[in-house]
């Protein structure tokens, strides 16, 4: 009888050990078939800023034929802060019908307004941990000022695809997850410009790109 039960086991256990070496062998063997083109790639490198403190605060994103006209944005809004009199952060990049949150974290009045051609609206003055949102579905670069300190400034930068990425202080970017094909790289930044780049993506890789931005707007 103990025997008879421990065959059983050891049976089952067989099965199940035989169901789950098939399902590992299935779907690695089903892996190569996919051609490296249905793989997304990448773009990364450095944005070099002339005549800035550093090289942060560039938006690089790109544009292209190959992108979708449509993306649903994301359910979490985003934040941007008025602390120690500064706006934070100062450059911010959202896609397009995402929700900014508005935040006053200091003990003294701030405003918001937008004197701008894309948007121009003012959300009024509010007190510490006060809190306005606005959604933005309007791609284009949106200058926030504060009324109260005429020395603040913010800029929401609307994109329409999820494909950008704000450089870090060194200047460094990777936008990932991008279908391949051919795009054109831009960049925004308050002072600087430079012409779209030419970009090719390649599936399963990442494309090296490194820049420096000399000229003013
Ligand atoms: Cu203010």
Redesign the pocket.
């Known amino acids: 009888m103990k025997n008879k039960e421990n065959l059983r086991t050891i049976t089952r256990h067989l099965l199940y050990l035989t169901l789950l070496l098939s399902f590992f062998i299935l779907t690695h063997l089903s892996l190569p078939a996919y051609d490296a083109q249905d793989e997304n790639g990448a773009v990364s490198g450095t944005i070099k800023v002339f005549r800035a403190r550093h090289s942060g605060d560039a938006v690089v994103y790109l544009e292209g034929a190959g992108i979708k006209k449509e993306y649903p944005p994301p359910q979490e809004a985003s934040l941007l802060d008025?602390k120690n009199?500064v706006f934070h952060p100062r450059v911010l990049p959202i896609l397009k019908g995402t929700t900014v949150n508005f935040l006053?974290s200091?003990d003294?009045?701030?405003?918001v307004f937008a004197p701008g051609k894309v948007e121009k609206f003012n959300l009024g003055t509010w007190g510490k941990n006060g809190k306005k949102e606005r959604t933005f579905n309007e791609p284009g670069e949106i200058v926030i000022l504060?009324?109260?300190?005429s020395e603040?400034v913010a800029y929401v930068i609307i994109l329409e695809n999820p494909f950008f990425f704000k450089t870090d202080e060194e200047g460094h970017f990777k936008i990932e997850n991008i279908p391949p094909g051919d795009y054109q790289l831009k960049i925004w930044h308050e002072k600087m410009k430079l012409a779209p780049q030419k970009i090719t993506v390649v599936g399963g890789e990442t494309t090296e790109i490194n820049l420096e931005l000399t000229k003013r707007k």
């Open positions: 008025q009199l006053n200091d003294v009045q701030h405003n504060c009324n109260v300190h603040m």
